[in-house]
């Protein structure tokens, strides 16, 4: 059987026709889904401006399905995910981006970053450490370094919140020498609740030598001094303190008076507080005058107290100190009846509390680091009343 050329000249040129119309066709295709996904990404975009978050996230998933490629997109989904605490999507949508071979190294760190945050607000601190770790070396090396200081705030992880501080210190983001000085004082403080005194004492002075100006290791020290007995030192090491008229001083005014009767300088102690008084007035200050007065038990003495008060009252305002002159009592009149007393303190209770200037944490005691926002150095060292 001879083959006939007829049916390959007729058969080219149907094949030809059929390439040609299906390579239309998915010509056609491709600019349709071209145009879906600009459509698709404004749509989203517009939703995102008009505070519409769920049609945004909708619009941008469809935009992703007709271009997957797209690592933009991802990005911004990864982010709107996280601002609406669906942090299991966001990871998932970095690590896709993660997993992806053809991302350039930026956007390999800017997923990497990005994860490292879903983590850190999802609140799985030891994930977040992970991949924070992993951008050392990168533009977000800064960043990542602040948010592991932050981490091991927050875990009392004091060495290496320390550790990475001396990293940030000497790369030149900004200075954390007084950071520093502050987890040595924490260290120290769980050193003497282990009642290590001794440890205590090796973390505190050094970073008194390194700081002299710093309040906080000073104080410290000076309470440590007194509970071990060494009234004198404490004395001369608080004393520093309103001598130079530190604004921290008031915090220490309890503990010098105590190590003042018990290394007999009340007297010394008493002119050294009045004159911080004068300049800066302060409640705490009056009351360890008032201490050191009482202690003394002379008749006088306890009029200078009350006049004290009555003075302080006369330019500062204050319930606190109108509470204190009142228990007194004046010199030639009865005292309050207890039931006048207890109410007088109850209501001078909050005003006596400390204050975040950061957050408005409010507590009984003075905090360094405030509990609430985790911010340092955020309490002023004077009480509601006084602000």
């Known amino acids: 059987m001879e083959f006939d050329l007829t049916w390959i000249l007729l058969g080219l040129p149907t094949a030809f026709a059929f390439?040609?119309?299906?390579?239309?066709?998915?010509l056609r295709q491709m600019r349709m889904a071209n145009r879906q996904a600009p459509r698709a990404y404004f749509k989203g975009l517009n939703y995102l401006l008009n505070e519409q978050?769920?049609?945004?996230?909708?619009a941008f998933i469809e935009a992703v399905q007709n271009d997957p490629d797209t690592s933009e997109l991802h990005f911004a989904l990864g982010n709107l995910f996280r601002r609406r605490g669906e942090y299991d999507r966001a990871v998932r949508v970095h690590e896709h981006l993660l997993s992806r071979s053809d991302i350039g190294t930026a956007d390999r760190h800017r997923a990497q970053?990005?994860?490292?945050?879903?983590?850190?607000k999802a609140g799985l601190l030891d994930r977040a450490e992970e991949a924070l770790r992993k951008l050392e070396g990168t533009v977000y090396e800064g960043q990542a370094r602040l948010a592991r200081m932050g981490i091991y705030e927050r875990s009392r992880e004091w060495p290496e919140a320390a550790a990475v501080a001396r990293l940030l210190d000497t790369s030149g983001e900004a200075d954390f020498g007084m950071r520093m000085a502050h987890y040595q004082c924490e260290q120290a403080r769980e050193a003497v609740a282990?009642?290590?005194?001794?440890?205590?004492?090796?973390?505190?002075?050094?970073?008194?030598?390194k700081h002299p100006n710093a309040a906080r290791p000073r104080i410290l020290m000076g309470q440590l001094l007194l509970?071990?007995?060494?009234a004198q030192q404490a004395y001369d090491s608080l004393a520093v303190l309103f001598e130079r008229n530190d604004l921290n001083a008031p915090l220490a005014a309890d503990t010098l008076g105590k190590a003042a009767l018990a290394c007999d300088m009340s007297e010394d102690a008493k002119t050294l507080l009045q004159a911080y008084h004068a300049r800066q007035p302060s409640i705490d200050v009056l009351d360890a005058m008032a201490s050191l007065d009482a202690a003394q038990t002379r008749e006088a003495l306890q009029v200078e107290t009350l006049?004290?008060?009555?003075?302080?009252?006369q330019t500062h305002p204050s319930l606190t100190a109108a509470s204190r002159w009142l228990s007194g009592?004046?010199?030639?009149?009865?005292?309050?009846?207890a039931s006048v007393q207890r109410a007088l303190e109850h209501a001078t209770k909050p005003l006596a509390r400390y204050r975040c200037a950061a957050c408005g944490f409010e507590a009984k005691e003075h905090f360094w680091h405030c509990p609430g926002c985790q911010a340092w150095d955020s309490y002023p060292p004077r009480r509601i009343e006084e602000l």
């Open 307 to 313: 006049q004290r008060y009555l003075t302080h009252l």
């Open 194 to 209: 282990r009642g290590d005194l001794a440890q205590a004492l090796s973390l505190l002075q050094p970073t008194l030598s």
């Open 227 to 230: 509970n071990q007995g060494q």
């Open 53 to 58: 978050q769920d049609q945004a996230i909708d």
């Open 113 to 120: 970053h990005g994860l490292a945050l879903d983590y850190l």
């Open 329 to 337: 009592g004046q010199a030639d009149g009865p005292r309050l009846p």
């Open 19 to 26: 390439g040609w119309v299906a390579s239309r066709f998915d």
